[in-house]
């Protein structure tokens, strides 16, 4: 079973709706969160980046939220643009000796439609 | 600002033949990840050093080996490749004392045939 699970798997929606992302994980311990865009092809690109003791992030129209007690993150994307059509995997890290190491999470992959 | 190296960007391999990947990591950067990621796949992680030592071991093939140098770049040797070897292979990195954000660089495409 992966440490980080995400859902949905797949997500469509149209151009200006908004929509929201979630990961699950169970890694302990748990350093910080990260959400991913991934173009296919491309490297991931960092959207946020949360620790233990931040609830929310926002980056532009991106918003990520934090319950470290539920061990819960969501991703939510505002006035969705074609561009947004992408990827998302959310990332734990956790600490192991003497680095981090990253568990990435199954991701979703979103199609914004015209 | 100076992002992350990878070399080759592409390369085409025949079955049962070898590769060698390189990755120069940002300047000051300690830590070096090694990612796979297979057609419509996420990136799973194969391998780390940190300050030349092998710091962490994923899903990492026993044909395949890696080395951090003491430039801290970093070569993935892929010996007696296979079809299923053809992914993009993505190098990350990172320094230690800092946000722990992992740098990822533009990847290579290996292609065996």
């Known amino acids: 079973k992966n440490q980080v699970e995400q859902s949905p798997q797949s997500l469509i929606i149209l151009e200006g709706k908004n929509c929201t992302l979630q990961?699950?994980?169970?890694?302990?311990?748990?350093?910080?969160l990260r959400w991913y865009k991934q173009d296919t092809g491309r490297g991931p690109v960092s959207l946020t980046i949360m620790t233990f003791s931040e609830n929310t992030k926002s980056n532009g129209r991106y918003t990520a939220t934090l319950d470290a007690d539920t061990k819960q993150s969501s991703l939510h994307i505002t006035a969705s643009q074609l561009s947004d059509s992408a990827s998302y995997i959310c990332?734990?890290?956790?600490?192991?000796?003497?680095?981090?190491?990253?568990?990435f999470g199954t991701g979703t992959r979103l199609k914004v439609l015209a | 600002a100076a992002g992350v190296i990878q070399s080759p960007r592409h390369l085409i391999k025949e079955k049962r033949e070898t590769a060698t990947l390189k990755c120069y990591p940002i300047p000051r950067h300690d830590t070096v990840y090694w990612y796979q990621q297979g057609p419509g796949q996420d990136p799973q992680f194969l391998i780390s050093f940190y300050e030349k030592m092998q710091s962490d071991k994923g899903s990492i093939p026993d044909r395949f080996s890696a080395q951090q140098f003491s430039d801290y770049h970093s070569e993935l040797n892929m010996s007696s490749l296979e079809l299923g070897d053809s992914a993009l292979y993505f190098c990350?990195?990172?320094?230690?004392?800092?946000?722990?954000?992992?740098?990822f660089g533009p990847g290579t495409r290996l292609t065996v045939t």
């Open positions: 990332v734990v890290s956790a600490p192991t000796s003497g680095t981090y190491k990253y568990i």
């Open positions: 990961c699950n994980y169970t890694v302990s311990p748990f350093s910080n």
């Open positions: 990350a990195s990172s320094h230690r004392t800092e946000t722990y954000e992992q740098y």
